[in-house]
C-alpha cells in the first residue's frame, strides 16, 4: 500500500479488531453464565442493539458530512472505548441497556466513516483493493482474538470477563491515537469540492431520491438477510440442532471462514479489476447459496460427514466475502456525490443493521419451531433470488459505476499524505 495515511488506519483497525475478537463471541454468554440474566432478556438486550444502531445511523451519516470523518471516528471510538471497558462490571438488566445504548452511539458512524476515509484517500482505481485488505486485517484479527480468547476465558469467572473486557477497551488506544493523529482534515471533501455547499440542499431527501442506489440497498439488504445474517443465529442453531455437530466443532467452521478470506482475499483482488461490479456482486450471493446447499447437507449425513459439511460450507461462505467485501462499498461510494458520502455509507451500514435483526428472528422462528428444513430452503432461495437482481442490476448502472470502464484521473492531493 503506497499510501502512508492508509496503511495507519488499516493497522489502527485490524489491532482493534483484535481486541473485539476476544470478546465478540462470548457476549451471549457473558451476560447468559457468568452474570445469570435470564435468556429471554438477554435477547431482548441484542434486539434493542439493533434498534438504536438503525435509529442512530442517519445522524452519523449526516455528521460525517458535516464535520468530517476524522472528529467522528476519534468522538465514536473514545465513546465505544469506555462503553467496552464498563460492559464487564455490568451488574443489572438496566444497566446493560444503558450500557448497550453507549456501545451502538459510539459504533454507529465509525463505519460509514472509515469508509469514506478511505474512499477519499485513494483513487477509484484502488479504492476496492483497499476495502478488501482492510476485510482481510479486521478477519484476521477477530479471527485470532477469538482463538486466544478461547483459551483464557472462563465462563464461570466473571474477573475472567472483566479482564477480556478492559483488554478489548485498550486495544482501542492505538486506533484512537492514529486517527487523532491525521493530518487536520483528513478524509474531508476534497480541495477540488471545496466550492460545494458542505450541506447540500435536501441532505437525506437527496439520498433517497437516488432510486439507483435504493435499488442497490434494497438487493443488498435481500442478500445480507439470508447470507451473512444467519452465519452465528441460523448456521449455530442448524450445525448443532439439525446436522448433530457437536459445539466445540463450530470453531472448526469459524476457524475454516477466516483462513479463507484472510488467504483468499489478496488472490481474489488480483481478479476483480475492472470487472462488473454488479455481476461479481451477483457472483457473490450465488457462492452463498451454494455454500447454504452445503451445509444443508449435514442435515442428511451423520457423525464426521456432517461436521465436514459445514467446516466446508462455511469455507466456501469465505469465498463470497472475498468478493463482497471490496465490491460492495466500492459501487455505492460509485454512486455517491461526494458531499453526500458519509449519508451514502451510513444507508449501506443500515441495510446491515436491519437484517441483523431480520436474519436472526427468522432463524430462530424456523429452526426454534423445528422447522430446519424450511429454513435451509429459505435462505439458499433467498441468496440465489439476490443474485438474479444483481445480475438484473447492471442495466441500471453506467460502465463508470459498474466498474468496467476507466476512472478519471485527478484526485485530490491529500491522498499522498504528508
Known amino acids: 500500500m503506497r499510501h502512508p495515511l492508509v496503511r495507519r488506519l488499516l493497522l489502527g483497525n485490524a489491532f482493534s479488531a483484535l481486541g473485539s475478537g476476544l470478546t465478540m463471541p462470548f457476549l451471549y454468554v457473558y451476560f447468559a453464565h457468568a452474570r445469570g440474566f435470564p435468556g429471554q432478556l438477554v435477547g431482548l438486550v441484542f434486539a434493542w442493539m439493533g434498534v438504536v444502531s438503525f435509529a442512530g445511523a442517519p445522524l452519523g451519516g449526516t455528521l460525517i458530512d458535516r464535520f468530517g470523518p476524522r472528529v467522528v471516528m476519534v468522538v465514536g471510538l473514545v465513546v465505544e472505548a469506555c462503553a467496552v471497558a464498563s460492559i464487564g462490571f455490568i451488574e443489572t438488566v438496566p444497566h446493560a441497556f444503558v450500557v448497550a445504548t453507549v456501545v451502538c452511539l459510539g459504533t454507529v458512524g465509525l463505519y460509514p466513516a472509515a469508509t469514506a476515509m478511505l474512499t477519499r484517500l485513494v483513487p477509484e482505481a484502488e479504492r476496492e483493493r483497499v476495502y478488501g485488505i482492510q476485510f482481510m486485517l479486521m478477519n484476521a484479527g477477530l479471527g485470532i482474538g477469538g482463538l486466544v480468547s478461547s483459551f483464557v476465558v472462563d465462563t464461570t469467572s466473571v474477573a475472567s470477563f472483566q479482564r477480556l473486557y478492559l483488554i478489548d477497551a485498550a486495544t482501542y488506544a492505538a486506533y484512537i491515537v492514529v486517527v487523532a493523529t491525521l493530518p487536520r482534515g483528513t478524509g474531508r471533501v476534497p480541495v477540488a469540492d471545496s466550492e460545494a455547499e458542505v450541506e447540500p440542499p435536501g441532505g437525506w431527501r437527496e439520498v433517497l431520491a437516488d432510486r439507483t442506489l435504493l435499488r442497490v440497498v434494497a438487493v443488498a439488504g435481500i442478500v445480507i438477510t439470508f447470507g451473512y445474517a444467519q452465519m452465528e443465529a441460523g448456521f449455530t442453531a442448524f450445525a448443532t440442532e439439525a446436522g448433530g455437530v457437536p459445539e466445540n466443532r463450530l470453531g472448526w467452521a469459524f476457524g475454516a471462514n477466516t483462513a479463507v478470506i484472510v488467504f483468499g482475499q489478496l488472490i481474489a483482488l488480483r481478479h476483480i479489476g475492472g470487472r462488473s461490479r454488479s455481476r461479481l456482486l451477483a457472483l457473490a450471493a450465488l457462492t452463498w447459496s451454494v455454500a447454504w446447499v452445503v451445509i444443508a447437507a449435514s442435515?442428511?449425513?451423520?457423525?464426521?460427514?456432517?461436521?465436514?459439511?459445514?467446516?466446508?460450507?462455511?469455507?466456501?461462505?469465505?469465498?463470497?466475502?472475498?468478493?463482497?467485501?471490496?465490491?460492495?462499498?466500492?459501487?455505492?461510494?460509485?454512486?455517491?456525490?461526494?458531499?453526500?458520502?458519509?449519508?451514502?455509507?451510513?444507508?449501506?451500514?443500515?441495510?446491515?443493521?436491519?437484517?441483523?435483526?431480520?436474519?436472526?428472528?427468522?432463524?430462530?422462528?424456523?429452526?426454534?419451531?423445528?422447522?430446519?428444513?424450511?429454513?435451509?430452503?429459505t435462505v439458499v432461495t433467498g441468496t440465489a433470488l439476490g443474485a438474479a437482481l444483481f445480475a438484473r442490476l447492471r442495466r441500471h448502472l453506467t460502465p463508470l459505476i459498474d466498474g468496467t470502464a476507466p476512472e478519471p484521473l485527478p484526485v485530490s492531493p491529500e491522498r499522498t499524505g504528508p
Not at 459439511?309 to 461526494?338: D, Y
Open 299 to 377: 442435515g442428511r449425513v451423520d457423525g464426521a460427514a456432517a461436521v465436514w459439511s459445514v467446516v466446508i460450507g462455511l469455507g466456501i461462505f469465505g469465498l463470497g466475502e472475498t468478493l463482497w467485501a471490496p465490491v460492495m462499498p466500492a459501487l455505492v461510494n460509485a454512486l455517491a456525490r461526494e458531499e453526500l458520502r458519509g449519508r451514502y455509507n451510513a444507508l449501506q451500514a443500515m441495510t446491515w443493521t436491519v437484517a441483523s435483526i431480520i436474519g436472526p428472528a427468522l432463524a430462530g422462528l424456523l429452526i426454534g419451531s423445528g422447522h430446519a428444513g424450511v429454513w435451509a430452503v
